[in-house]
């Protein structure tokens, strides 16, 4: 039988979160339980659930007490026996707390964490309070001025900085890293908002002494810095930053060194990157990436239009977003694509491997379904390999050069298996996870019975004969002549229909402003009519109804309760 050393034991407690948790693990074996008696901190999240009465009745040894949280009181007696505390990543918000201006409670921190929760709520208005504090961690661009004090502390060892370049220019500017060369800094560089390109010219790295750098963002000052991969918790604490999750940003001023750059890439296997703010005096008309072996890549905010940007072919993922070049991206085989104010020439969309499509361009797409160029403002969607396809009717043309028909309708052809339907005349269309919405369908004989739809919510259509088989149905100022349907779940608003078909069970049919002719079910729950005209209902079965009697002329139910 294999078992573990207690230090990997210990490992393990201090990320268990509940005492339902540390309960279970105690009845594991002996060594689990030896472990609970001797670990020397409690476990990093148990402060977020339970007092520190029970945790310290649980644990007889602890010598630091790591907190994510404080309850509205902290009375002193109660770390009377714990020399150390540990402040970690503040969830606490709401509470009110005063044992930050105390000197018995901060005299006990050792290692301090400032996100912004704790910069909200804290102003640290006696850092000399903080005689034991060695370690500090800045995880947001917080009060300055509090930090400042904290940096002066004679105690202090390590200091991690996580900021932006324009934030260690502010504090630089306040305080001489050098005076103080007793504390190893460690500063990691990430990008809130763009980058002052002035401020590239002021900092001389070289003069941080005891200054270690890392970066995600790479410009002429920090190419040459180490990189630093993303840790799992600082999505979770750094605000306002990499919501995409990129591995590195590239900033405009050294795309002239990609061969650096794809060194940088490939040592560390880095796969996301972002690209910004190419404005108009970029030098040079062309942007070649083809060497740069990455598979997900995002460019926001180029100004200069004369200006080409070639993708790699390995490319997997591509977002453009506030675009005014021109980008070529012919060679790739994407699965993802999402284009956002592109106003560069003309693109090709290629669909053999594409999953996730989002488009909202002014500029001409040119949609190719296997190698062939579809017609004019066709689009194909096929359900076997897309889950996401988006079109804004507000700006888009597809396939269509110099389109200046303000309705901008498109046609669709939806494939699943080897069958296909095709939708004419939309205006706004929208495909996720199985769920559509789309306006603006007229006059046609459509068949989506076996289509795998969760959920379709049509507006402003006209059909002669819809056949539906999903979860939810949605329809809004539509007409029909012949309406079928199976579903759980129907919502009719502002609907004139001749023939509407309900098969199976429908737990709930809602209808409002309806006028129809003839509505035959098999069974309904619940069914609803508001300011609703129906000529005939026949049914087997409708277990409940909401409406006024007489706004149905005559009802034919076998069973109605």
Same mark, same amino acid.
């Given at each position: 039988?294999?078992?573990?050393?207690?230090?990997?034991?210990? =490992?393990?407690?201090?990320?268990?979160?509940?005492?339902?948790?540390?309960?279970?693990?105690?009845?594991?074996?002996?060594? /689990?339980?030896?472990?609970?008696?001797?670990?020397?901190?409690?476990?990093?999240?148990?402060?977020?659930?339970?007092?520190?009465?029970?945790?310290?009745?649980?644990?007889?040894?602890?010598?630091?007490?790591?907190?994510?949280?404080?309850?509205?009181?902290?009375? $002193?007696?109660?770390?009377?026996?714990?020399?150390?505390?540990?402040?970690?990543? @503040?969830?606490?918000?709401?509470?009110?707390?005063?044992?930050?201006?105390?000197?018995?409670?901060?005299?006990?921190?050792?290692?301090?964490?400032?996100? !912004?929760?704790?910069?909200?709520?804290?102003?640290?208005?006696?850092?000399?309070?903080?005689?034991?504090?060695?370690?500090?961690?800045?995880?947001?661009?917080?009060?300055?001025?509090?930090?400042?004090?904290?940096?002066?502390?004679?105690?202090?060892?390590?200091?991690?900085?996580? /900021?932006? !370049?324009?934030?260690?220019?502010?504090?630089?500017?306040?305080?001489?890293?050098?005076?103080?060369?007793?504390?190893?800094?460690?500063?990691?560089?990430?990008?809130?908002?763009?980058?002052?390109?002035?401020?590239?010219? +002021?900092?001389?790295?070289?003069?941080?002494?005891?200054?270690?750098?890392?970066?995600?963002?790479?410009?002429?000052?920090?190419?040459?810095?180490?990189?630093?991969?993303?840790?799992?918790?600082?999505?979770?604490?750094?605000?306002?930053?990499?919501?995409?999750?990129?591995?590195?940003?590239?900033?405009?001023?050294?795309?002239?060194?990609?061969?650096?750059?794809?060194?940088?890439?490939?040592?560390?296997?880095?796969?996301?990157?972002? !690209?910004?703010?190419?404005?108009?005096?970029?030098?040079?008309?062309?942007?070649?990436?083809?060497?740069?072996?990455?598979?997900?890549?995002?460019?926001?905010?180029?100004?200069?239009?004369?200006?080409?940007?070639?993708?790699?072919?390995?490319?997997?993922?591509?977002?453009?977003?506030?675009?005014?070049?021109?980008?070529?991206?012919?060679?790739?085989?994407?699965?993802?694509?999402?284009?956002?104010?592109?106003?560069?020439?003309?693109?090709?969309?290629?669909?053999?491997?594409?999953?996730?499509?989002?488009?909202?361009?002014?500029?001409?797409? $040119? @949609?190719?379904?296997?190698?062939?160029?579809?017609?004019? =403002?066709?689009?194909?969607?096929?359900?076997?390999?897309?889950?996401?396809?988006?079109?804004?009717?507000?700006?888009?043309?597809?396939?269509?050069?110099?389109?200046?028909?303000?309705?901008?309708?498109?046609?669709?052809?939806?494939?699943?298996?080897?069958?296909?339907?095709?939708?004419?005349?939309?205006?706004?269309?929208?495909?996720?996870?199985?769920?559509?919405?789309?306006?603006?369908?007229?006059?046609?004989?459509?068949?989506?019975?076996?289509?795998?739809?969760?959920?379709?919510?049509?507006?402003?259509?006209?059909?002669?004969?819809?056949?539906?088989?999903?979860?939810?149905?949605?329809? +809004?100022?539509?007409?029909?002549?012949?309406?079928?349907?199976? /579903?759980?779940?129907?919502?009719?608003?502002?609907?004139?229909?001749?023939?509407?078909?309900?098969?199976?069970?429908?737990?709930?049919?809602?209808?409002?402003?309806?006028?129809?002719?003839?509505?035959?079910?098999?069974?309904?729950?619940?069914?609803?009519?508001?300011?609703?005209?129906?000529?005939?209902?026949?049914?087997?079965?409708?277990?409940?109804?909401?409406?006024?009697?007489?706004?149905?002329?005559?009802?034919?139910?076998?069973?109605?309760?």
């Amino acid at each position: 039988m294999v078992h573990l050393e207690n230090i990997f034991l210990k =490992n393990v407690l201090l990320y268990l979160p509940t005492l339902k948790d540390i309960g279970k693990f105690a009845q594991i074996c002996k060594s /689990c339980e030896e472990v609970i008696n001797t670990i020397y901190v409690n476990p990093y999240n148990l402060t977020l659930y339970q007092s520190f009465d029970k945790i310290i009745r649980i644990f007889p040894n602890l010598q630091t007490l790591y907190l994510r949280r404080c309850p509205e009181k902290l009375y $002193k007696i109660s770390t009377n026996n714990i020399p150390l505390i540990e402040i970690g990543r @503040w969830s606490e918000i709401s509470k009110p707390t005063k044992v930050f201006d105390t000197k018995w409670f901060c005299s006990k921190i050792r290692k301090l964490r400032i996100n !912004i929760n704790f910069s909200i709520k804290f102003e640290l208005k006696h850092p000399e309070y903080f005689t034991q504090l060695q370690e500090l961690i800045i995880l947001n661009d917080i009060n300055l001025n509090t930090t400042i004090k904290l940096f002066k502390l004679s105690s202090l060892k390590k200091v991690i900085i996580f /900021c932006s !370049i324009n934030k260690l220019y502010e504090i630089s500017e306040l305080f001489n890293f050098n005076q103080n060369k007793q504390i190893n800094f460690i500063i990691i560089l990430y990008q809130n908002g763009f980058t002052n390109n002035n401020l590239l010219n +002021q900092i001389d790295y070289n003069e941080f002494i005891n200054c270690t750098f890392y970066t995600r963002i790479f410009n002429k000052s920090t190419i040459n810095f180490p990189y630093l991969p993303l840790l799992p918790y600082e999505p979770e604490i750094l605000m306002n930053f990499n919501n995409n999750n990129y591995d590195i940003i590239i900033e405009s001023n050294i795309l002239d060194k990609i061969n650096q750059i794809n060194e940088i890439v490939l040592k560390n296997n880095i796969q996301k990157v972002l !690209i910004e703010n190419i404005l108009n005096d970029f030098e040079g008309t062309k942007i070649d990436l083809t060497t740069l072996y990455i598979e997900f890549l995002s460019i926001i905010e180029i100004k200069k239009q004369n200006l080409n940007i070639i993708f790699p072919p390995n490319l997997k993922s591509l977002t453009i977003k506030y675009c005014d070049a021109s980008i070529d991206i012919s060679k790739c085989h994407l699965t993802n694509l999402i284009l956002n104010n592109y106003q560069g020439k003309s693109i090709e969309i290629h669909d053999e491997n594409l999953e996730k499509v989002k488009v909202n361009s002014k500029q001409e797409v $040119k @949609w190719y379904h296997n190698g062939t160029l579809l017609k004019q =403002n066709e689009i194909y969607l096929d359900m076997n390999k897309i889950s996401l396809l988006s079109i804004d009717y507000y700006d888009n043309f597809i396939n269509n050069r110099n389109n200046n028909n303000n309705t901008k309708l498109q046609t669709f052809i939806f494939k699943y298996n080897d069958k296909e339907t095709i939708l004419s005349n939309i205006q706004l269309f929208n495909f996720k996870d199985n769920n559509i919405v789309f306006w603006n369908c007229k006059g046609q004989e459509v068949d989506l019975s076996e289509f795998p739809f969760h959920s379709i919510e049509l507006q402003n259509c006209e059909f002669k004969y819809l056949n539906i088989k999903c979860n939810s149905i949605s329809l +809004q100022n539509c007409q029909l002549i012949n309406l079928k349907v199976k /579903c759980n779940s129907i919502n009719l608003n502002n609907i004139k229909c001749n023939i509407l078909t309900l098969d199976g069970v429908c737990d709930r049919s809602h209808l409002y402003n309806c006028k129809i002719n003839t509505f035959t079910c098999d069974i309904i729950r619940y069914l609803t009519y508001t300011n609703s005209q129906i000529n005939v209902i026949n049914a087997n079965e409708i277990k409940s109804t909401s409406g006024p009697k007489t706004n149905v002329k005559i009802w034919n139910i076998k069973n109605l309760n």
